[in-house]
């Protein structure tokens, strides 16, 4: 008999299967049982008659707790009515576990109480469609660099130096070396690697000890970064959204289900179409001067201000050429304004503030050199980042994408601890 899972039922009509999941809830009705089974792949309705079935099999239905487990063998029938569309006339059922008495009820539950229980919270349907979505986007950002011919280069975790500023490094003890630092970003060495390669993309988790507690900050986040030679700030734009109207135009194909599950307002997402706005820093503070904001010039926007100007457009839009002091070292200055960093950052529409942040690299050695010495940091540690501007250097440029923001965005969710399936906050590194 062959082993299906739920969402497969659809090929099996009229033929006998065997399913293994657990139960999500049942009720009888006369001489009729019904088993809401999920199995990872969705819900099916199972119908234990009592005229069909031997009395001992029947019975079991009375021990079932919510997420016991069982293996059922039955008949796949079509039925609109039922969850899923299909219907199983059970024909046997074997206990596996019986569960204890289940936590997490249909009734509301505080935020902190399935914080705590994660490990079972994320056998809810809303969370099922949320890591869904989450692994569409996750595929559709690898497609995108694996189809244009980036090669996929891991950077590491642990690292000697900082890339975002020293201030939101989580460090550990590294055997006779000294101290060793979780990685914010595996920029500098997708640098080296795009030197290397030409066209690479890094993706992997990253830290952050940061002491934001706001719904867009996670400790712990997933982080795609592409590195391109050859790229000046204006292509490294052009890709940037290409790649988000790619996400969200493939979740959107892929996920219309999850995201209508989610009640995803998904006219906003169809509108993510190239081209985005881009407005140079100056502008963004006119746009913010004109809503009463009172903004002075060479700060970097906060949360509010992002939410502002992001309010403007129906779309992405990406914000360039920062004030250099408010941004990290490797940016190149503008050559005609040294005011300013070759810097962008895409905000999402919607209140969900900065997806994307990326820059031309500065690729002068002295400039760089000086750079290093303005924002004190440990030139030894840097030397092998150094040496790319002493062989062969070359215009570059790069960005960084957080999955979990773009998670959050994509399914409008109104704090990011939901978009990961164990998130890592200030107060939280459990379960
Ligand atoms: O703007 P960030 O700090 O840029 C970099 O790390 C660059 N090295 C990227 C590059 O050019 N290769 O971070 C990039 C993105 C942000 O736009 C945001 O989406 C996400 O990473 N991010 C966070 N997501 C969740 N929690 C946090 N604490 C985050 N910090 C950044
Ligand atoms: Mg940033």
């Known amino acids: ?34 088993i809401v089974l999920r ?36 008949k796949v029938r079509k039925e609109d009515r039922a969850p899923g569309g299909f219907e199983i006339e059970l024909k046997d059922l074997q206990v596996i576990s019986i569960a204890e008495e289940y936590p997490i009820t249909p009734k509301e539950h505080g935020v902190e109480f399935l914080m705590d229980r994660r490990h079972l919270w994320l056998r809810s349907s809303r969370q099922h469609a949320i890591l869904r979505v989450r692994h569409e986007i996750i595929k559709s950002i690898r497609n995108f660099f694996d189809d244009k011919g980036f090669i996929l280069v891991d950077s590491p975790i642990l690292t000697p130096a900082a890339c975002e500023g020293t201030s939101t490094l989580f460090e550990t003890e590294y055997f006779d070396l000294g101290k060793a630092y979780l990685t914010q970003s595996g920029q500098l060495y997708a640098e080296a690697s795009a030197l290397a390669l030409g066209r690479v993309y890094t993706f992997g988790p990253t830290f952050r000890a940061e002491k934001s507690k706001t719904r867009r900050h996670l400790t712990e986040f997933w982080m795609v970064e592409p590195e391109m030679a050859f790229f000046d700030l204006n292509e490294d734009m052009d890709l940037a959204e290409e790649f988000v109207e790619h996400i969200v135009q493939t ?69 360039h050429h920062y004030p250099a002091q408010v941004k990290a070292f490797y940016m190149k200055r503008d050559p005609n304004d040294s005011r300013y960093a070759l810097a962008v950052d895409m905000l999402a529409p919607e209140g969900y503030g900065e997806i994307i942040g990326g820059s031309q690299r500065e690729d002068n050695l002295d400039l760089l050199l000086e750079r290093i010495k303005e924002h004190n940091l440990p030139q030894e540690a840097f030397e092998w980042y150094i040496d790319l501007r002493r062989y062969g250097s070359v215009p570059h ?18 704090h990011i601890r939901e978009t990961i399936p164990f998130p890592r906050m200030i107060y939280r590194n459990t379960p």
């Open 39 to 74: 199995d990872g792949s969705g819900l099916c309705q199972c119908v234990l008659v009592k005229s069909n079935l031997p009395e001992e099999t029947f019975n079991l239905f009375d021990k079932l707790t919510q997420e016991s487990s069982i293996k059922i063998t039955g």
């Open 1 to 34: 008999m062959p082993k299906v899972y739920i969402e497969g039922l659809a090929r099996h009509v009229d033929s006998d299967v065997e399913l293994n999941g657990w139960i999500y809830n049942k009720r009888s009705s006369g001489k009729i049982r019904f």
């Open 251 to 319: 979740v959107l194909k892929n996920r219309a289900q999850e995201l209508k599950f989610l009640e995803r307002d998904t006219t906003k997402l169809e509108n993510v179409k190239r081209p985005f706005p881009r407005i140079h820093y100056e502008e963004a503070i006119e746009i913010l001067k004109k809503k009463g904001i009172d903004f002075e010039w060479g700060n970097d926007l906060g949360g509010t201000d992002e939410t502002v100007l992001a309010e403007q457009f129906d779309k992405p839009v990406m914000i």
């Open 397 to 414: 440029a790069g960005f960084g994408l957080g999955v979990e923001r773009t998670v959050a965005w994509i399914c409008k969710l109104d």
